[in-house]
């Protein structure tokens, strides 16, 4: 046994995780919206960056080779940075070094580059604008609230109720929970919910679906008193379609029954879903543009939203006149190098999408000509294979993207799915099939629906083999119902 102190060289592998390539994978990782508030953040922490705005003179650029001495792997981002970083136009003289005193080396652009979507034309594409708030429920219902002649407490009464209801309109506690906490009786709580249930839109204020129903149709004057207990006592048997126990139990005929439910179907079950809900709704801002041409589909990668950074020629000039040995030059130099870093990520992240959704697109060209039924198999392997890149680089690249392709706009993952052999050598995915399913459910006879059963028997029949288990899982990833509820009579 041999204990004791020494010296030797030893050789290894490790692979570690550098801060600059983390960030390459965060950017490749987000889509347009996340990219955008991602840069917003940079550019305030660090000065070197600054929003292209497409109006700036290409003197008032920067050759950024030239300001601080980087490694050639950043001499290759900024290379991808633009071929028109030029020497920056003369500008009036300024006391850089005293502003940056006064400003105790504040990390802000002298600049101050404002958001992206501010330098923005008017005219901007309607993707990229969120829909306006609308009016909230709560707003609509305070609103009759002051005009229905409810005063004092019963006001105060009525405004706390208001502002319990959910979403969909209905009451989220019960009248002895409202009187308790506002300290009055019952039946003055009774008599301020019998006023708000008057308002538009009809229906809100109930305490439960029956009750939503009943309200509605005690505004439009029906009085039918089958209709009403249909609703009363058989609202679940109704919203399972189950007409034939119900025709049974109220002593009418499957095409009575039928005609009553179509009748309670027109009816709203939400009142409030209407209004706006405090949330904002954004539209969909694809990554990825597809158009048609002579030669077939091109790709394009929509660079109208994506973030175009360049290098503030204010603090190049800054680090050109410092002590390469002060701390304001290391503090610019680094700042420098992460900006370019950032750059080089962006451009990056353009490239790799641009590559997976060109091979998307060669492998999905049938879809794209001929419709759903024409979607093949793809998996990421597949893509990661063709194009020389690993398989969680494609994941990151597809996630959360979206394509805009004459067909509509889709989702890049919509193009990854498994499938099924058919009878021939074609493959055809989980998109396609349930396209097929959905032209056959659409052209059954609405009296005797077809089964999943007859629907896989079908789909062999065109050579698709599937079992009815299958059928069954994408009919309800679809959202249809089942034969027994699809039928009418």
């Known amino acids: 046994m041999h204990l004791g102190y020494e010296l030797k060289v030893e050789q290894r592998q490790t692979l570690s995780m550098t801060p600059e390539l983390i960030q390459a994978i965060k950017i490749l990782q987000y889509n347009i919206q996340e990219l955008n508030e991602y840069v917003d953040e940079q550019l305030l922490s660090n000065p070197f960056l600054e929003m292209d705005s497409g109006t700036k003179d290409e003197e008032g650029r920067v050759e950024a080779e030239d300001a601080v001495p980087v490694s050639p792997r950043e001499k290759d981002g900024m290379s991808r940075a633009g071929d028109d970083h030029t020497e920056e136009k003369r500008r009036e003289d300024f006391d850089w070094q005293e502003y940056l005193q006064a400003q105790e080396y504040d990390d802000v652009s002298y600049s101050q580059p404002g958001s992206y979507m501010s330098d923005r034309p008017d005219d901007i594409s309607i993707y990229a604008q969120s829909r306006l708030a609308g009016v909230t429920l709560i707003e609509h219902l305070t609103t009759q609230l002051l005009f229905s002649g409810v005063d004092g407490e019963s006001y105060e009464i009525g405004q706390y109720i208001i502002e319990s209801l959910d979403d969909n309109g209905y009451m989220t506690l019960t009248q002895q929970e409202i009187a308790e906490n506002c300290g009055v009786s019952q039946d003055e709580v009774e008599k301020v919910i019998s006023v708000i249930r008057t308002f538009d839109p009809a229906g809100v204020c109930a305490s439960c679906l029956s009750e939503c129903l009943l309200m509605q149709l005690d505004i439009l004057g029906v009085s039918d008193k089958t209709v009403i207990r249909i609703i009363s006592e ?36 939400k009142p409030g879903r209407s209004f706006y809900s405090g949330t904002d709704a954004h539209f969909i801002i694809p990554d990825v543009i597809v158009e048609h041409t002579t030669g077939g589909y091109s790709v394009i990668v929509n ?10 020629p204010y603090y190049r000039r800054i680090l050109r006149s410092e002590d390469k040995a002060s701390g304001t030059a290391q503090f610019l130099s680094r700042r420098l190098n992460s900006a370019m870093w950032l750059i080089k990520s962006i451009d990056q992240r353009k490239d790799t999408i641009r590559r997976v959704a060109e091979a998307v697109v060669a492998h999905q060209s049938e879809f794209l000509e001929r419709g759903s039924k024409h979607l093949r198999p793809l998996t990421l392997k597949m893509i990661a294979d063709e194009i020389g890149m690993h398989e969680s680089t494609v994941s990151r690249a597809v996630n959360g993207k979206y394509m805009q392709t004459p067909r509509g706009v889709f989702e890049i993952k919509y193009f990854f799915a498994s499938g099924t052999t058919s009878g021939g050598a074609d493959q055809v995915a989980s998109g396609g099939i349930k396209a097929y399913i959905d032209e056959l459910i659409k052209s059954e006879d609405p009296i005797s629906p077809i089964s999943d059963q007859s629907i896989a028997d079908k789909l062999h029949m065109r050579g698709i083999d599937v079992s009815r288990r299958t059928v069954a899982k994408y009919r309800d990833e679809m959202g249809v119902p089942s034969s027994s509820a699809r039928r009418r009579y």
Request: net charge neutral; glycine share 2%; charged share 35%.
């Open 234 to 269: 058989h609202i679940e048997d109704l919203a399972s379609n189950r007409l034939a126990l119900i025709a049974k139990k109220c002593g009418l005929k499957k095409e009575e029954a039928q005609r009553i439910a179509d009748t309670i179907r027109c009816l709203e079950p």
């Open 303 to 312: 660079n109208d939203e994506t973030p175009r950074l360049i290098i503030n």
